[in-house]
């Protein structure tokens, strides 16, 4: 079982959708989340970074942590199609930078 | 553009063969890492390196090693190359690794195939 699970979908959804992204963990010691965007054939973009149970808003974005239940989340209001893009949870333990990252979600948001 | 960059943004050789791959940080940053992103795996923490300094080891293969210059430029050395090493290949940097979770700006990659 992988430390990190997260659906790869691909999931398709029609302009001005609201889009949930959900990643579960199963290591306890993850303290640190991040969502990083990632454009076909570009490197990964952080996007949110939360370090506490709750949301964190930014803009159309907000990530929120559950570390009771080992489960974040992202969600993307009023969606473009500039959204389009694989979303990747990564989270961490320690000072040392070692992210853990899921397996990305594809999402594409149609006109 | 996140400042980080990598070279060559592709490279195709065959089996058995060695490649470098090269990264040059964003200007201030200490911190280099690298990771390996292919369909089946993800994206996968490979090594990372701090002012010169290992500083921590992912799931890299004996056959992978890495170092980071003075100038703090890091290279990727990957020998005795199998078809499974196919993959995109990417480079980080950060400031340093004083803040847990601290922002990693990525490069755009490097494409390896394996033939």
């Known amino acids: 079982q992988k430390e990190v699970e997260q659906d790869p979908g691909p999931l398709s959804v029609p302009e001005g959708a609201i889009v949930s992204l959900n990643c579960t963990y199963s290591?306890?010691?993850?303290?640190?989340f991040m969502w990083y965007r990632q454009y076909s054939r570009k490197g990964p973009e952080l996007l949110m970074y939360?370090?506490?149970?709750g949301n964190k808003e930014d803009g159309r974005f907000t990530a929120q942590v559950d570390k009771s239940s080992k489960y974040i989340s992202l969600f993307i209001r009023d969606s473009q199609p500039s959204d389009s893009a694989t979303y990747l949870c990564?989270?961490?333990?320690?000072?040392?930078?070692?992210?853990?990252f899921g397996q990305g979600t594809t999402l594409q948001v149609k006109p | 553009d996140s400042g980080v960059t990598q070279t060559p943004k592709h490279l195709i050789t065959a089996t058995g063969q060695r490649v470098t791959l090269r990264c040059s940080p964003r200007s201030g940053d200490l911190s280099v890492y690298w990771y390996q992103q292919s369909l089946d795996q993800g994206l996968q923490f490979l090594i990372q390196y701090y002012n010169g300094e290992e500083r921590a080891k992912g799931n890299i293969l004996e056959r992978f090693s890495a170092q980071q210059f003075p100038d703090l430029h890091s290279e990727l050395n990957l020998s005795s190359l199998e078809l499974g090493d196919s993959a995109l290949y990417f480079c980080a940097s950060s400031v340093d690794t004083s803040l847990p979770g601290e922002t990693q700006y990525f490069g755009p990659g490097t494409r390896l195939l394996v033939l």
């Open positions: 990564a989270m961490t333990s320690s000072n040392t930078g070692k992210l853990i």
């Open positions: 939360t370090y506490s149970s």
């Open positions: 290591n306890s010691a993850f303290q640190y």
